[in-house]
């Protein structure tokens, strides 16, 4: 069964088995605005929790995607390079951007369930 | 209107050049010729003057409307700035480079040492390189002169601290330096979170790097306990002088704690900006990170005559050719020697009170996230005007419509729908009026028609653009 866990920083990660696939949510991508570039990382790429994974840009903004979980990169949406728009169309399932070997599963304890993160967003 | 491009005509000329007597391609090697002509537009003089100035009346700036762009102080320009720029333009000191050049560039030299004189007067440091060609430029040779005082120390650094409220070039300069960027979030009172400044400051922290007053346009209270903080662990504390316009003779950077400052001339002294500039960002550091300051530098000798130093083996290096933009400088001393203390001070207070006057008769119509007396700018968010779906956005392209520049919008990041107004000191309590009945005539038709607001520009020469294809689809070529 994958399970999604959400982040403060707005990003969702799905665990399947010790592959992890994060995205950033709905509130994100409607938050951000028409999006206009992914800037996706490097396959082989080693991340540590909460630290920088890549990067998005809006017409408003541009933010950075922390990932939510450490781990390697294995691999990256690609479809976002050309068709960035797919985030504000899908952002919590075809938007998705990057799948990671995770490191360490136990992390996913410092993450929110649905239910915490839709109560996180009531109180922004 | 037609590209200029598109009202070229096959042949015809502005000016009919004699034809060459002398055998120039012979004369150069084949690979440097073109193999076929080059693609220029073919007009008259007179469709080329034309041209640029019907361009020309479509711009906006200063000199034809408010344009009051938080956080980059669009003062005005005054016209007699340009005589000094045009007065100094033969006497340019790069001559004092030459072989025994000095000696004739003694006046040039000496304006820029007593440029580097008044602006550490101005920001409380011990010495000022006016190298650095812009903002951006003069923070990345600040965080430069911090890493090379490090290394000297043999202290180990990896981190620059940084407010989320600060520009983003603050982590850009900083990262472009090798350090990896911390920030910190901004608490409820408007400024940097200290207890997260407090669990972030560790012994590899190179810099902290703030912009006082911030970009909420908010005073931090805290600020010497920041500085004091940071000097704890040996770290520079760094001011982003993009606000210094509020505090010129008010406080000084350097005697709250500043280490090192960099000064936008185009912004506080009164310069052209972007487009219109060059710019100039000049470093003021404080003793302890002289000897690392760019070469080569300008002394004054015992004799009173003036000399350029150029080898210190300390130094970073050159960071601009030539002394930097010579012709800024002279502008930004003439705005300076012509306002004098009293005229600097009084243009803070000036822009402070414009801003609050700004802030304190729109408050009832936009939110403010953080309700404070402001310094020289005032950030709304249009949070209220969003229940109509009228977005900060709107409201800019309505200005546009009413022959305003918009303010900056949706910066600072951290403030929602930011709407962020700098009028600076030079607008009238007249020009304020109109433009106050202006943005309460947005705030109104947001929530009467916020229909009419979303069609808005409609007096431009082009309307609404798509800022989503054009962002996604950068094909900037004409064919």
């Keep these: 069964m994958p399970s999604t866990y959400y982040t403060k920083e707005h990003e969702w990660v799905k665990i399947e088995g010790n592959i992890a696939t994060v995205g950033i949510t709905d509130f994100a991508a409607h938050q951000l605005g028409d999006v206009t570039f992914v800037e996706l990382p490097a396959t082989g790429k080693s991340v540590k929790q909460f630290e920088v994974l890549c990067a998005i840009e809006s017409v408003k903004a541009a933010s950075d995607i922390y990932a939510p979980v450490s781990g390697k990169v294995v691999s990256v949406n690609e479809a976002l390079e050309t068709t960035p728009e797919i985030v504000n169309e899908s952002a919590e399932a075809a938007a998705w951007m990057a799948c990671l070997e995770m490191a360490d599963s136990s992390e996913v304890n410092k993450l929110m369930s649905r239910e915490q993160y839709d109560e996180f967003l009531k109180g922004l | ?479």
């Design chain 2, 1 to 479: 209107m037609q590209l200029i491009y598109e009202k070229s005509v096959p042949a015809r000329r502005a000016v009919r050049m004699p034809s060459s007597d002398v055998p120039a391609a012979a004369m150069l090697p084949r690979e440097l010729l073109r193999s076929e002509p080059a693609d220029l537009p073919e007009l008259s003089e007179l469709d080329v003057v034309r041209h640029f100035t019907q361009l020309s009346r479509r711009n906006i700036g200063v000199d034809t409307t408010f344009y009051p762009l938080g956080s980059c102080t669009m003062k005005y320009n005054a016209k007699s700035l340009e005589d000094g720029a045009r007065i100094s333009a033969p006497f340019h000191p790069m001559i004092a480079l030459l072989p025994g050049g000095e000696s004739c560039a003694q006046g040039s030299l000496a304006m820029l040492h007593h440029m580097g004189e008044l602006l550490a007067e101005i920001t409380g440091m011990d010495e000022v390189t006016c190298q650095p060609l812009a903002g951006a430029h003069g923070e990345m040779t600040g965080i430069m002169l911090i890493a090379a005082y490090h290394r000297a120390k043999g202290n180990k650094k990896k981190y620059v601290i940084v407010p989320d409220s600060s520009h983003g070039t603050n982590p850009a300069s900083a990262a472009m330096v090798g350090y990896e960027i911390v920030t910190i979030p901004t608490a409820p009172y408007g400024d940097m979170d200290l207890d997260a400044f407090r669990a972030a400051l560790n012994d590899e922290v190179a810099a902290v790097m703030m912009t006082c007053p911030n970009t909420l346009g908010l005073f931090n209270p805290h600020i010497k306990e920041i500085c004091d903080l940071a000097h704890s662990v040996d770290a520079m504390v760094y001011y982003d002088g993009a606000n210094l316009n509020a505090i010129l003779g008010q406080v000084r950077p350097g005697d709250v704690g500043f280490d090192v400052v960099h000064v936008n001339l185009h912004k506080t002294f009164g310069t052209p900006h972007g487009a219109g500039g060059p710019g100039s960002g000049p470093v003021g550091v404080k003793k302890a990170l002289v000897p690392f300051l760019p070469m080569p530098r300008v002394i004054k000798r015992n004799d009173a005559s003036f000399g350029v130093e150029t080898g210190n083996p300390q130094s970073i290096g050159r960071t601009a050719n030539f002394f930097g933009n010579f012709g800024v400088m002279a502008k930004a001393y003439a705005y300076i020697l012509m306002l004098g203390r009293e005229g600097l001070i009084d243009a803070s207070e000036k822009a402070v009170l414009n801003a609050n006057y700004v802030m304190a008769r729109l408050k009832d119509l936009y939110e403010v996230p953080y309700d404070q007396t402001c310094m020289h700018e005032c950030v709304f968010s249009a949070a209220r005007q969003m229940q109509h779906d009228v977005h900060a956005i709107d409201i800019a392209k309505f200005l546009i419509d009413k022959g305003y520049h918009p303010p900056t919008v949706y910066f600072p990041l951290i403030v929602k729908e930011a709407i962020m107004i700098e009028p600076t000191e030079t607008e009238s309590k007249e020009t304020l009026d109109e433009f106050i009945a202006v943005m309460r005539e947005a705030a109104e038709t947001a929530e009467t028609d916020p229909a009419a607001l979303k069609l808005a520009p409609l007096t431009t020469p082009v309307s609404r653009l798509d800022e989503t294809k054009a962002a996604r689809e950068q094909n900037v070529c004409f064919t």
